[in-house]
């Protein structure tokens, strides 16, 4: 989240000001403009962008290692996912993947997404929310491998992002919908 003012080392209030090739942007100097506007830089200039999935990759805070939009891409491919789409992803993460699903499956889809780590769990859920996604994706702290998904029936596709996939096929399985649909793992 981005603020105008922010606290120094030494614990004073400051004004925001990030620091890139073109020069230093003022947080301030954004308020109130919309997306598409051209503002100045000390040595340059810079456009407000709509936030993206792959602008968000771009600029997490990582939490753990990330897919980046090649492989994200790849991944939604081989899904087969669309819009409308009921997604479970086990390996929250720093959500970059989560982003970019929940974009693809909007704007009647939901991702079921799952970490064994709670803080990891309820940061990923904190940031959906103030992203506005809390609508699309609900986050789940839980070990998949030893207590399943609690989804019968309800997947069109699964993305297994952990360290032993194998234990968590079976859950998968059960959480597809009857009619079929994909499973993948990285």
């Known amino acids: 989240r981005v603020t105008e003012k922010t606290l120094s080392k030494k614990g004073v209030e400051v004004e925001n000001i990030f620091q890139t090739k073109y020069g230093a942007l003022k947080v301030s100097d954004l308020v109130g403009k919309k997306f598409g506007t051209k503002v100045s830089l000390s040595k340059g200039y810079a456009y407000v962008l709509h936030p993206t999935p792959e602008l968000w990759t771009k600029s997490l805070p990582h939490r753990t290692q990330i897919l980046y939009a090649t492989d994200i891409a790849m ?11 009921v997604v479970v992803e086990s390996g929250t993460g720093s959500g970059s993947l989560s982003h970019s699903l929940i974009r693809t499956i909007a704007p009647s889809g939901h991702l079921h997404t799952y970490d064994f780590h709670e803080q990891r769990s309820e940061k990923a859920r904190q940031e959906f929310e ?51 649909g994909r499973i993948c793992s990285f």
């Open 130 to 180: 103030e992203h506005g996604l809390q609508d699309l994706v609900t986050c789940y702290h839980r070990d998949v491998c030893e207590s399943g998904f609690e989804l019968e029936d309800a997947a069109d596709a699964v993305f297994l992002d952990l360290p032993h996939p194998w234990k968590v096929v079976p859950h998968a399985k059960k959480a597809l919908k009857k009619s079929g």
């Open 75 to 85: 991944v939604i491919l081989q899904l087969e996912l669309k819009p409308g789409c």
